[in-house]
Each structure stands twice: as C-alpha cells, then as structure tokens.
C-alpha cells in the first residue's frame, strides 16, 4: 500500500475513534508535520469526509456528520459486531431483512479470513412464523415521536386481518414511551390519552397521521421500567406483582425432573420422587393446565382457586373425552 494511502487510513482511524483531535497531537502520533495533517486532511474531505476544523490557540480537527455516508474504517472488533448485530437484523421483523443481507455480504466479503472464521461460527436460523412484519417506515416514525416526546396519532387495526377505519373510529391519540420487540412482534409502549391508562399496541397494525401532536413530559412507568412493565404486562399483571395467578402443588415427580421445564417456578425437593413447586400463570385454569401437563399425580396446596380451576378442567376433559368416543 502507499505510504499516502496507509497514512491517510491511520488518520481516518483516529478521527472516528476520539471526538477532538489537536493537529499537534495527530501529527505526532502518526508521525509527520502539521502541514502534513493539512494536507491530509484536505483528501479526506475530498473523498466525503466532513472534517471540521477546531478553532483556538493549538487548533485541531473533529469528524462530524455529513450528508452522504462516506467509507467507514472498523477494527476487528467493531467488524465483528456489526456482522452478528446484522445476522440479527435480517430475524427482527422490523422490515429491513434485505438490506440487513445485503449489507452483511458487503460486510463479510472485505473481511480478512480470521474475521470471516469468527463470525461464520455465530449463524442465527430464522424460523417462520405467523407473526406479521412491521413496516420499518411505520418503526421509524414510532421510534422518532418516542424519541422527541411528540404526541402520536394513528389509526389501529384491532384484529390482525382488519383494516383500520378512519371515518368509523377516530384515530388513537397516545404519549409514545418506547418501542419494543417481545414474541417476534414490535410493540409500541404508549400512555393513552384518550382511556388514560398506559397501553401496548402492535406496530403492525398502526397507521401514524401526520404531523405529530404537542411535545409532552413523560409519564414513569409502571414498575419502574420498561422490561418489568411489559413483562408484567404479558403476563396479565397490571403492577410489579409478576403472574396475577399463582399456586402451589405437590407433584410425585423428581425436582430435577420438573426443573428441566420450568423457567419462572419455585421447585423444591421432598423426597427423591416428589417435590413441592409454586407457579404463576395468567389465569387459574391456564395454571391448572400448565401443571397437568406433568404425567404425575398432583396434590394442591393452595389456593381454593386453583382447585376450582382442575375441577372446571376435568369437567371439561370428560366432555371432550365423552364427544369423542
């Protein structure tokens, strides 16, 4: 490589890591003049760089934002990352599967073999599902209103296969927190203004109005933050409590056993063959079958509401089985 050529990536790799560089400093750590870093400063932004000259008594530089996106200069790490965060992007669902491809085969096609090596061993698998994509259009204008605490104002489809309609309902108007992903869709986390209450919609099915409304203060969320809100959310809890539905069983299987299926539950050992667990759910019968699910006689410790909750599924059980043959 020539030596202009290696010098100007040596500078360029300075400026993209450090906010302000003094010329002084830069000519000495790539060892050259000050008229030297001039000059090389001047083909920099020949090729698109926006460098901004510093003023005071020792002077410098500064690489800011320009208009067009010029060549980028990674180190191996930064390299890396990016190439997972893409193999990443192309399952999120937001939209830019495409271009996340297309930019990862850019990505890995300048990659020297030792970086390639690394990366090819990181490979995520998108599995289909039923999950329809947000537009990333409608992601960008969520994820800006959120950003600029700007009223928000959309028509929302409230079934998956609906069309929103704008003469028949008036559109939501809400205060946007965040913008999440939970279960393969993207959610948008929001203060409704109009049910006063705070709210997840689906992005998929909002249609934004232009312009936005009135900048706001933001509300605090419930639980604190933003996971614990919308885990507790999901789970059908409207506070810190975690599942609104929680019981406790005795199973005739080994602790060990029921471990490997439990990711949320308490489990304690008994005896060799028989341990005590403590599961939530979102609902009493959905508990009651969660816990059938384990081929094993059960005795309930408690509450009422869960014993309730195995008698409407037998009852339910025995008809189906009845129906049936």
Same mark, same amino acid.
């Given at each position: 490589?020539?030596?202009?050529?290696?010098?100007?990536?040596?500078?360029?790799?300075?400026?993209?890591?450090?906010?302000?560089?003094?010329?002084?400093?830069?000519?000495?750590?790539?060892?050259?003049?000050?008229?030297?870093?001039?000059?090389?400063?001047?083909?920099?932004?020949?090729?698109?760089?926006?460098?901004?000259?510093?003023?005071?008594? #020792?002077?410098?530089?500064?690489? *800011?934002?320009?208009?067009?996106?010029?060549?980028?200069?990674?180190?191996?790490? @930064?390299?890396?990352?990016?190439?997972?965060?893409? @193999?990443?992007?192309?399952?999120?669902?937001?939209?830019?599967?495409?271009?996340?491809?297309?930019?990862?085969?850019?990505?890995?096609?300048?990659?020297?073999?030792?970086? $390639?090596?690394?990366?090819?061993?990181?490979?995520?698998?998108?599995?289909?599902?039923?999950?329809? @994509?947000? #537009?990333?259009?409608?992601?960008?204008?969520?994820?800006?209103?959120?950003?600029?605490?700007?009223?928000?104002?959309?028509?929302?489809?409230?079934?998956?296969?609906?069309?929103?309609?704008?003469?028949?309902?008036?559109?939501?108007?809400?205060?946007?927190?965040?913008?999440?992903?939970?279960?393969? $869709?993207?959610?948008?986390?929001?203060?409704?203004?109009?049910?006063? *209450?705070?709210?997840?919609?689906?992005?998929?099915?909002?249609?934004?109005?232009?312009?936005?409304?009135?900048?706001?203060?933001?509300?605090?969320?419930?639980?604190?933050?933003?996971?614990?809100?919308?885990?507790?959310?999901?789970?059908?809890?409207?506070?810190?409590?975690?599942?609104?539905?929680?019981?406790?069983?005795?199973?005739?299987?080994?602790?060990?056993?029921?471990?490997?299926?439990?990711?949320?539950?308490?489990?304690?050992?008994?005896?060799?063959?028989?341990?005590?667990?403590?599961?939530?759910?979102?609902?009493?019968?959905?508990?009651?079958?969660?816990?059938?699910?384990?081929?094993?006689?059960?005795?309930?410790?408690?509450?009422?509401?869960?014993?309730?909750?195995?008698?409407?599924?037998?009852?339910?059980?025995?008809?189906?089985?009845?129906?049936?043959?």
């Amino acid at each position: 490589m020539p030596k202009t050529s290696a010098r100007l990536l040596s500078l360029l790799s300075l400026l993209q890591a450090h906010r302000d560089w003094p010329g002084a400093l830069l000519a000495e750590r790539l060892e050259i003049s000050p008229r030297t870093v001039r000059r090389d400063v001047d083909r920099l932004r020949e090729l698109g760089y926006p460098i901004a000259a510093i003023k005071g008594p #020792d002077g410098g530089y500064r690489l *800011d934002a320009g208009t067009e996106l010029p060549p980028l200069l990674f180190d191996d790490e @930064q390299a890396v990352a990016l190439a997972v965060a893409l @193999q990443i992007a192309i399952t999120s669902g937001a939209g830019i599967e495409e271009a996340a491809m297309r930019a990862l085969t850019t990505v890995r096609q300048v990659m020297p073999a030792r970086l $390639r090596r690394r990366i090819d061993t990181f490979q995520v698998t998108p599995v289909e599902t039923a999950n329809p @994509q947000a #537009d990333s259009s409608v992601l960008a204008a969520l994820s800006a209103a959120a950003h600029a605490r700007e009223v928000l104002r959309f028509e929302y489809a409230s079934t998956q296969t609906a069309e929103s309609d704008s003469a028949a309902t008036p559109p939501r108007r809400v205060q946007p927190h965040h913008l999440v992903t939970w279960g393969g $869709r993207w959610y948008l986390v929001a203060w409704d203004l109009d049910r006063d *209450d705070w709210r997840t919609f689906r992005a998929d099915r909002i249609a934004p109005r232009t312009p936005t409304g009135p900048r706001f203060t933001p509300r605090e969320l419930p639980g604190g933050d933003v996971i614990t809100f919308v885990t507790n959310r999901f789970q059908g809890s409207t506070d810190s409590g975690g599942w609104p539905c929680r019981g406790e069983v005795i199973l005739d299987l080994p602790a060990a056993t029921v471990l490997d299926y439990i990711h949320e539950g308490l489990v304690e050992e008994l005896a060799p063959d028989r341990c005590r667990l403590v599961l939530g759910s979102w609902s009493w019968p959905a508990l009651a079958a969660a816990l059938g699910r384990f081929d094993a006689d059960i005795e309930v410790i408690g509450p009422p509401e869960l014993e309730t909750a195995f008698g409407q599924l037998a009852r339910r059980y025995a008809k189906a089985a009845r129906s049936d043959g």
